[in-house]
């Protein structure tokens, strides 16, 4: 500021007419206010400003002017009219837009002389950086992301670094226009961590114009996290039972019990590296020595959740031991299932096929093969007609429903070998 005072100064002292503008580039965002700087000197001082014009123009189109002491100006455009008297015809842009991007000129004229300045306005607007997942897990696949949006200019730069050191075989980045005028960018990576690389650090570099240094370094973690479920044997008058999840810095994690596939109970933790939900699992011997749970953790950003199973026991029962029983339980559940199925579609028709004398009956099926009937007479040959009734070795009356011819042999109980003819 003092070197351009003392510049401002000495065309005074001297008395010459100059127009001068410290700065050729002028950087500002969009939706603020930006100022153009542009200073001069008249050579006639004691005529003050009534023989100066000053013209502002953009892309050669005339935005403002200044003659005979009156500022012709539009809305979003002015001079600091205040400050005219010292010289400084500095530009004034209200509610920068993208458009207002472009070289400027600042003419000042006393008549004879006129000088231009040119300046050029570069309308920013600052990306909004994002990583996603937020996390790196060892041990599988991470397709990472960065992505810098609605940033303007287009130029940008995106690039993956680790330990501050440039990531071979990176991806081009991935540039896209969006409806207000600024611009999308992405750049994606994918790899493995192993154990190892625990605690290293994993971080995007972006560099672009509007930003501080015109850079800005986000960075991710190398981790493992780890789901527990403790005590999984109670003491007695116990009742509470933790699941923890740690091992890493969690930007939004959500936590769950489970008990036969049921959500019961949930917990949402964001930024913390430590998330715990507890529940209440109440024993008794013997009426309940046992009880499956589940805990289920989902990590924003990872599309796999971390999930431990527990079979909590009272304390002196063995944890085989219930599991034994889990599994009893089980077996009996399908065989009783199962067991209608297999008898209705094995069983029945090899009964009804294996043996002649039994009369079987399945779906209002009837199988028929052979049957023993006791009979109130005594003939060598008969005949039973339509209706006529038979009562069997169970004292059951049956109903003849066609003509049947039979054979009877003495003794008090009879096999009757059926023959079905023709009515």
């Known amino acids: 500021m003092k070197y351009l005072t003392l510049i401002f100064i000495l065309p005074v002292v001297l008395g010459e007419f100059h127009v001068f503008a410290p700065y050729q580039e002028v950087k500002a965002a969009a939706q603020s206010t930006a100022l153009l700087p542009c200073f001069f000197t008249v050579a006639e001082s004691k005529n003050g400003l009534r023989f100066v014009i000053i013209i502002w123009k953009h892309k050669g189109i005339e935005l403002i002017q200044y003659m ?194 049921y959500t019961f109970h949930f917990l949402t933790c964001e930024g913390k590296r430590e998330c715990i939900i507890s529940i209440d699992v109440i024993l008794s011997i013997p009426r309940k020595e046992w009880e499956e749970v589940s805990c289920e953790a989902d990590l924003d950003g990872n599309n796999k959740p971390l999930i431990q199973h527990a079979t909590v026991t009272l304390a002196g029962v063995p944890e085989k031991m219930a599991l034994g029983v889990v599994l009893i339980v089980v077996i009996i559940t399908v065989l009783v299932v199962l067991l209608p199925i297999i008898i209705g579609v094995v069983f029945v028709p090899y009964v009804c096929k294996k043996f002649q004398n039994l009369c079987c009956f399945y779906e209002e099926k009837c199988c028929v093969k052979k049957q023993t009937w006791r009979i109130k007479r005594k003939r060598k040959h008969s005949s039973l007609t339509d209706g006529a009734n038979m009562m069997n070795e169970f004292g059951e009356t049956t109903e003849i429903p066609t003509r049947l011819q039979y054979q009877t042999e003495e003794g008090n109980s009879h096999h009757v070998r059926f023959i079905e003819t023709p009515a």
């Open 68 to 261: 005979d002491r009156i500022v012709k100006e539009n809305s979003r455009t002015t001079l600091l009219e205040s400050e005219l008297q010292k010289g400084n015809a500095s530009l004034v842009i209200r509610n920068v837009v993208f458009e207002d991007e472009g070289d400027y000129e600042c003419e000042v004229t006393e008549a004879p002389n006129s000088e231009t300045r040119r300046i050029y306005l570069h309308v920013t607007v600052a990306p909004k950086i994002s990583l996603k997942p937020p996390l790196v897990v060892v041990d599988q696949q991470n397709s990472l992301e960065c992505r810098a949006e609605g940033f303007y200019p287009g130029v940008v730069s995106i690039e993956w670094l680790r330990d501050s050191q440039p990531l071979s075989s990176q991806s081009p980045v991935q540039i896209q226009n969006n409806p207000d005028g600024s611009f999308t960018a992405s750049n994606s990576y994918t790899f493995i961590p192993t154990v190892s690389e625990i605690g290293g650090v994993f971080s995007c570099l972006v560099q672009h114009l509007s930003l501080n240094e015109g850079k800005e370094e986000n960075r991710l973690h190398i981790c493992k996290p780890t789901l527990t479920i403790s005590p999984r044997i109670l003491k007695k008058g116990e009742t509470k039972v933790y699941c923890k999840l740690d091992g890493c810095l969690f930007s939004k994690v959500t936590m769950r019990w489970l008990k036969n596939g």
